[in-house]
Protein backbone atom coordinates (compact mmCIF):
# COMPACT_ATOMS: atom_id res chain seq x y z
CA UNK A 1 0.00 0.00 0.00
CA UNK A 2 1.28 3.34 -0.95
CA UNK A 3 2.08 5.72 1.56
CA UNK A 4 -0.14 8.22 0.80
CA UNK A 5 -3.38 5.55 0.68
CA UNK A 6 -2.07 4.23 4.65
CA UNK A 7 -2.32 7.98 5.70
CA UNK A 8 -5.48 7.97 4.37
CA UNK A 9 -7.06 4.88 5.86
CA UNK A 10 -5.06 5.62 8.67
CA UNK A 11 -6.97 9.14 9.16
CA UNK A 12 -9.91 7.26 8.36
CA UNK A 13 -9.67 4.80 11.25
CA UNK A 14 -8.72 7.04 13.59
CA UNK A 15 -11.03 9.28 13.38
CA UNK A 16 -13.64 6.44 13.68
CA UNK A 17 -11.86 5.24 16.54
CA UNK A 18 -12.47 8.96 18.00
CA UNK A 19 -15.57 9.58 17.49
CA UNK A 20 -16.31 5.60 19.10
CA UNK A 21 -14.86 6.36 22.18
CA UNK A 22 -15.61 9.81 22.77
CA UNK A 23 -19.31 9.43 22.31
CA UNK A 24 -19.77 6.21 23.39
CA UNK A 25 -16.92 4.36 24.91
CA UNK A 26 -15.93 6.90 27.54
CA UNK A 27 -19.71 7.61 28.84
CA UNK A 28 -19.83 4.06 29.19
CA UNK A 29 -16.87 3.37 30.90
CA UNK A 30 -17.14 6.53 33.00
CA UNK A 31 -20.14 4.84 34.25
CA UNK A 32 -18.34 1.91 35.26
CA UNK A 33 -15.89 2.90 36.83
CA UNK A 34 -15.96 6.21 38.23
CA UNK A 35 -19.10 7.45 40.60
CA UNK A 36 -18.53 10.97 39.52
CA UNK A 37 -20.69 13.13 36.82
CA UNK A 38 -19.40 12.68 33.39
CA UNK A 39 -17.77 15.39 31.51
CA UNK A 40 -17.44 14.95 27.98
CA UNK A 41 -14.24 14.51 26.83
CA UNK A 42 -12.53 18.32 25.59
CA UNK A 43 -11.41 19.11 22.14
CA UNK A 44 -7.37 19.13 22.58
CA UNK A 45 -7.96 15.65 24.07
CA UNK A 46 -10.24 14.18 20.86
CA UNK A 47 -7.36 16.22 18.98
CA UNK A 48 -4.30 14.54 20.98
CA UNK A 49 -6.14 11.31 21.15
CA UNK A 50 -6.72 11.65 17.26
CA UNK A 51 -2.99 12.27 17.05
CA UNK A 52 -1.86 9.45 18.67
CA UNK A 53 -3.90 7.33 16.73
CA UNK A 54 -2.54 8.16 13.77
CA UNK A 55 0.84 7.60 15.16
CA UNK A 56 -0.09 3.79 15.75
CA UNK A 57 -2.49 3.45 12.42
CA UNK A 58 -0.17 4.34 9.89
CA UNK A 59 2.81 2.23 10.02
CA UNK A 60 0.48 -0.62 10.36
CA UNK A 61 -1.42 0.06 6.92
CA UNK A 62 1.73 0.74 5.58
CA UNK A 63 2.34 -2.90 5.85
CA UNK A 64 -1.21 -3.70 5.34
CA UNK A 65 -0.26 -4.94 1.80
CA UNK A 66 2.42 -7.43 3.01
CA UNK A 67 0.01 -9.70 4.93
CA UNK A 68 -3.29 -10.42 6.05
CA UNK A 69 -1.71 -10.51 9.36
CA UNK A 70 -1.22 -6.88 9.35
CA UNK A 71 -5.03 -6.51 9.18
CA UNK A 72 -6.21 -8.07 12.37
CA UNK A 73 -2.66 -6.27 13.55
CA UNK A 74 -5.10 -2.95 13.14
CA UNK A 75 -8.00 -4.44 14.96
CA UNK A 76 -5.79 -5.01 18.03
CA UNK A 77 -4.17 -1.82 18.30
CA UNK A 78 -7.58 -0.19 17.86
CA UNK A 79 -8.09 -1.98 20.84
CA UNK A 80 -5.32 -1.44 22.56
CA UNK A 81 -5.30 2.15 22.04
CA UNK A 82 -8.63 2.07 23.66
CA UNK A 83 -7.61 0.11 26.85
CA UNK A 84 -4.84 2.77 27.07
CA UNK A 85 -7.57 5.62 26.94
CA UNK A 86 -9.38 3.83 29.78
CA UNK A 87 -5.94 2.91 31.52
CA UNK A 88 -5.09 6.40 31.59
CA UNK A 89 -8.49 8.14 32.77
CA UNK A 90 -9.68 5.12 35.11
CA UNK A 91 -6.70 3.06 36.11
CA UNK A 92 -8.67 0.18 34.74
CA UNK A 93 -8.50 -2.12 31.76
CA UNK A 94 -11.53 -3.50 30.59
CA UNK A 95 -11.82 -7.54 30.25
CA UNK A 96 -13.78 -7.29 27.21
CA UNK A 97 -10.98 -5.29 25.14
CA UNK A 98 -8.70 -8.03 26.62
CA UNK A 99 -11.04 -11.51 25.72
CA UNK A 100 -11.19 -9.61 22.31
CA UNK A 101 -7.92 -9.67 21.69
CA UNK A 102 -7.48 -13.29 23.26
CA UNK A 103 -10.23 -14.46 20.90
CA UNK A 104 -8.63 -12.94 17.85
CA UNK A 105 -5.38 -14.62 18.59
CA UNK A 106 -7.21 -17.94 19.01
CA UNK A 107 -8.92 -17.60 16.17
CA UNK A 108 -6.03 -16.81 13.72
CA UNK A 109 -4.09 -20.06 15.42
CA UNK A 110 -7.18 -22.05 15.39
CA UNK A 111 -8.13 -21.63 11.91
CA UNK A 112 -4.04 -21.56 10.74
CA UNK A 113 -4.23 -24.96 12.43
CA UNK A 114 -6.96 -26.18 10.31
CA UNK A 115 -5.75 -25.03 7.43
CA UNK A 116 -2.01 -26.20 7.48
CA UNK A 117 -2.81 -29.25 9.96
CA UNK A 118 0.00 -27.74 12.16
CA UNK A 119 -0.76 -27.77 15.75
CA UNK A 120 2.52 -25.54 16.19
CA UNK A 121 0.18 -22.73 15.67
CA UNK A 122 -1.10 -23.46 18.53
CA UNK A 123 1.64 -24.13 20.53
CA UNK A 124 3.27 -20.74 19.15
CA UNK A 125 0.16 -18.67 20.14
CA UNK A 126 0.33 -20.25 23.59
CA UNK A 127 3.75 -19.64 23.39
CA UNK A 128 3.60 -16.16 22.96
CA UNK A 129 1.20 -15.72 26.20
CA UNK A 130 3.71 -17.19 28.57
CA UNK A 131 6.93 -15.35 27.07
CA UNK A 132 4.74 -11.97 27.24
CA UNK A 133 3.70 -12.65 30.56
CA UNK A 134 5.69 -14.40 32.54
CA UNK A 135 8.39 -11.44 33.22
CA UNK A 136 5.38 -9.17 34.11
CA UNK A 137 4.46 -11.78 36.61
CA UNK A 138 8.60 -11.16 38.04
CA UNK A 139 7.61 -7.71 37.86
CA UNK A 140 4.62 -8.00 40.34
CA UNK A 141 6.44 -10.37 42.79
CA UNK A 142 9.20 -7.81 42.75
CA UNK A 143 7.49 -4.37 42.73
CA UNK A 144 4.35 -5.46 44.43
CA UNK A 145 1.53 -2.43 43.53
CA UNK A 146 3.99 -1.39 40.63
CA UNK A 147 1.81 -3.51 38.20
CA UNK A 148 -2.05 -4.35 37.78
CA UNK A 149 -3.71 -7.70 37.15
CA UNK A 150 -5.66 -5.94 34.17
CA UNK A 151 -1.99 -5.47 32.70
CA UNK A 152 -0.91 -8.91 33.41
CA UNK A 153 -3.79 -10.14 31.23
CA UNK A 154 -3.56 -7.44 28.74
CA UNK A 155 0.35 -8.46 27.59
CA UNK A 156 -0.88 -11.68 27.79
CA UNK A 157 -3.67 -11.63 25.48
CA UNK A 158 -1.03 -9.21 23.05
CA UNK A 159 1.96 -11.60 23.15
CA UNK A 160 -0.61 -15.07 22.23
CA UNK A 161 -1.53 -12.77 18.93
CA UNK A 162 2.20 -11.91 18.15
CA UNK A 163 3.42 -15.49 19.24
CA UNK A 164 6.81 -16.91 20.64
CA UNK A 165 8.86 -15.29 17.86
CA UNK A 166 8.23 -11.46 19.02
CA UNK A 167 6.30 -11.51 21.71
CA UNK A 168 9.76 -11.32 23.49
CA UNK A 169 10.37 -7.89 21.54
CA UNK A 170 6.88 -6.83 22.58
CA UNK A 171 8.03 -7.23 26.15
CA UNK A 172 11.27 -5.97 26.21
CA UNK A 173 9.99 -2.80 24.33
CA UNK A 174 7.14 -2.43 26.45
CA UNK A 175 9.23 -2.21 29.76
CA UNK A 176 11.97 -0.13 28.25
CA UNK A 177 9.27 2.43 27.07
CA UNK A 178 7.53 2.20 30.28
CA UNK A 179 10.71 2.34 32.26
CA UNK A 180 11.65 5.80 30.24
CA UNK A 181 8.08 6.83 31.01
CA UNK A 182 8.55 6.09 35.27
CA UNK A 183 11.95 7.83 35.12
CA UNK A 184 10.42 10.93 33.47
CA UNK A 185 7.42 10.91 35.88
CA UNK A 186 9.72 10.68 38.68
CA UNK A 187 11.81 13.47 37.71
CA UNK A 188 8.62 15.56 37.43
CA UNK A 189 7.65 14.26 41.12
CA UNK A 190 4.33 12.89 38.97
CA UNK A 191 4.95 9.22 40.76
CA UNK A 192 6.96 7.93 43.04
CA UNK A 193 9.12 4.29 43.25
CA UNK A 194 5.67 2.45 44.38
CA UNK A 195 3.16 4.28 42.13
CA UNK A 196 1.03 1.85 39.73
CA UNK A 197 2.48 2.39 36.17
CA UNK A 198 -0.33 3.22 33.70
CA UNK A 199 1.05 0.22 31.50
CA UNK A 200 -1.63 -0.17 28.18
CA UNK A 201 -0.18 2.89 26.49
CA UNK A 202 3.01 1.59 26.44
CA UNK A 203 2.01 -1.87 25.64
CA UNK A 204 0.10 0.17 22.44
CA UNK A 205 3.62 2.11 21.65
CA UNK A 206 5.78 -1.59 21.75
CA UNK A 207 2.39 -3.64 19.83
CA UNK A 208 2.94 -1.24 17.13
CA UNK A 209 6.42 -1.10 16.71
CA UNK A 210 6.90 -4.63 16.98
CA UNK A 211 4.64 -5.76 14.44
CA UNK A 212 5.96 -2.72 11.75
CA UNK A 213 9.24 -4.54 12.38
CA UNK A 214 7.94 -7.84 12.42
CA UNK A 215 10.56 -8.82 9.63
CA UNK A 216 14.11 -6.50 10.54
CA UNK A 217 13.19 -8.83 13.87
CA UNK A 218 12.96 -12.32 11.84
CA UNK A 219 16.32 -11.29 10.13
CA UNK A 220 17.58 -10.61 13.68
CA UNK A 221 16.97 -14.22 14.59
CA UNK A 222 17.98 -15.93 11.60
CA UNK A 223 21.32 -14.16 11.90
CA UNK A 224 21.60 -15.45 15.35
CA UNK A 225 20.53 -18.97 14.58
CA UNK A 226 23.09 -19.37 11.27
CA UNK A 227 25.59 -18.22 13.81
Known amino acids: MSITMAFLLALALSAV ?4 YAKVLAPVYHLKYCDKDYTELSAFNIMLGFLICMAAFWPLCIRLADSSF ?3 SILVCALLLTASAVDFYYKKIPNELVLIILATAVIISVYNTIIFDDYNYLMITLGG ?48 LAFFGAIFLIIRKKAGRRSRIIM ?4 AAAFVITVYFQYFLQGINMYWWLR
Not at 132 to 138: D, F, G, R, W
Open 129 to 176: GITAVAPLIAAVLLFEKGVGSGDIKLIFAAGAFLGSTHAFYFFFLTFL
Open 70 to 72: NLW
Open 17 to 20: LCLL
Open 200 to 203: APFM
